[in-house]
């Protein structure tokens, strides 16, 4: 295997991510909700999710570290 074939697992499914990226942009629950087409629960079980993955406390501290990780862009 080359090097530049390598790719680094993502720690976020692609859900998770589009849910990081529209709460990035000041959007409410109800409007990713919305958005995405998912219940508003589901949006908060991504959330959820993520924060645990990510070993957290917050919302805004999971923006913190994913930004920092590069996996959001602002």
Do not use: C, W
């Not at 976020?12 to 998912?38: C, G, M, P, S």
């Amino acid at each position: 295997m080359k090097e530049h074939d390598y790719k680094p697992k993502q720690i976020l499914t692609k859900r998770e991510k589009e849910v990081f990226e529209l709460l990035v942009q000041d959007k409410t629950t109800k409007d990713i909700a919305d958005e995405l087409f998912i219940s508003q629960k589901t949006v908060r079980n991504h959330i959820s999710n993520t924060i645990q993955k990510l070993g957290v406390k917050g919302r805004a501290q999971a923006v913190v570290e994913l930004l920092r990780m590069g996996e959001l862009k602002l």
